[in-house]
Nanobody, 118 residues
Framework: QVQLVESGGGLVQPGGSLRLSCAAS????????MAWYRQAPGKQRELVAV?????NYLDSVKGRFTISRDNAKKTAYLEMKSLKPEDTAVYYC??????????????WGQGTQVTVSS
């Protein structure tokens, strides 16, 4: 069974920085992509950043957020700088992972709260 475990959320002042981590564990043949989504209260979940053969970002975070991954550690990171109150949300890690049966499956982490407030 594959699990994604996120860490690094918390409370930060506007203009501050946080780094989120998402570690995958279990029986993994390869990780095709990893992504970060977020969901604010009363809003739909939205894709923040994704990394596969390239990276893509939500327009509102371009230039402030950076997604990266360490394939050896099966871990993705989201470096967030110049945080704004509107970045407040629960951040979820998502990964498309191929297991040893070669089937591609979608996995989600449990979510980590990011609160930007003075």
């Amino acid at each position: 069974q594959v699990q994604l475990v996120e860490s690094g959320g918390g409370l930060v002042q506007p203009g501050g920085s946080l780094r989120l981590s998402c570690a995958a564990s279990g029986i993994i043949f390869n990780i095709v992509s990893m992504a970060w989504y977020r969901q604010a209260p009363g809003k739909q979940r939205e894709l923040v950043a994704v990394i596969a053969s390239s990276t893509n970002y939500l327009d509102s975070v371009k230039g402030r957020f950076t997604i990266s991954r360490d394939n050896a550690k099966k871990t993705a990171y989201l470096e967030m700088k110049s945080l704004k109150p509107e970045d407040t949300a629960v951040y979820y890690c998502n990964a498309e992972i191929r297991s040893t049966d070669l089937r591609l499956r979608d996995y989600w982490g449990q979510g980590t709260q990011v609160t930007v407030s003075s």
